[in-house]
């Protein structure tokens, strides 16, 4: 997969304020902080294309890029994230789970995990929601610069004994890291894969 342009469409505050839905897309969603934004950007090679920020928080809109002409990357407001209202927090929950059920062009989501923490209960129960509503998903466990390769490893067993205790089938899982450019292909690749059974099946 080559990207060759990326462009920065519109932020929304809810489904009915997307782009029109006429491409396919995948978005990437996780706890605040976990680095979707940072990902976007590794995987588009452009530093600043999606905001990113030290401060949990930071993406507070569905933002749509779209690539070649012909896909979006959507960024999404974390969850999780306990310093924001409580009112703030439905809000956003709100739009996210509206968007992620509504959304008919969304053709995979990426649920980013940070590659340090053990299984944590916020997550799970996002991955069971994306489940009930049979909304397909990939994994991607990020930062995993930040801790040695055996630590990364055993942490990653340990979520997929974790995910096997409710799931017969494990999602594909990826690892990533933002700072030190890992992982680009294979997620990308992946997409590629995702957007021929998508032209195949005619969308
Ligand atoms: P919100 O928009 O607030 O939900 O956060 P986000 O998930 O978009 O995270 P963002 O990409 O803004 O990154 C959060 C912080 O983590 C920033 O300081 C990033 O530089 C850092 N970060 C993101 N990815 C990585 C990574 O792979 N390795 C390291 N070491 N730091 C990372
Ligand atoms: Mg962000």
């Known amino acids: 997969m080559t990207i060759k342009t990326v462009d920065f469409v519109k932020s929304s505050t809810n489904l009915n304020q997307c782009p029109e839905a006429k491409k396919p897309e995948f ?20 530093n600043k294309l999606a905001k990113t920020s030290t401060r949990p928080g930071k993406t507070q809109l569905i933002n749509h890029f779209e690539v070649n002409n012909e896909w979006y990357l959507v960024d999404l407001p974390g969850y999780g994230y306990a310093k924001v209202s409580k009112d703030k927090r439905r809000v956003f929950k709100g739009m996210m789970l509206n968007y992620l059920e509504g959304r008919s062009t969304l053709v995979n989501t990426f649920v980013l995990i ?32 930040k801790l040695g390769k055996t630590k990364v490893q055993a942490n990653i067993a340990k979520y997929r004994r974790t995910l096997a205790k409710e799931w017969e089938e494990l999602p594909p899982i990826f690892f990533t890291s933002a700072t030190e450019k890992t992982g680009r292909e294979d997620v990308l690749d992946y997409l590629a894969e995702c957007l021929n059974t998508v032209a195949d099946s005619g969308m």
Do not use: Y
């Open 114 to 145: 940070d590659s340090r923490h053990d299984p944590q209960a916020v997550d799970l129960d996002f991955l069971r929601w994306m489940g009930e509503k049979g909304l397909p998903f990939a994994i991607v466990f990020t930062k995993t610069d």
């Open 27 to 46: 978005a990437f969603i996780g706890r605040s902080n976990v680095g979707k934004s940072s990902l976007i950007n590794m995987l588009c090679q452009r």
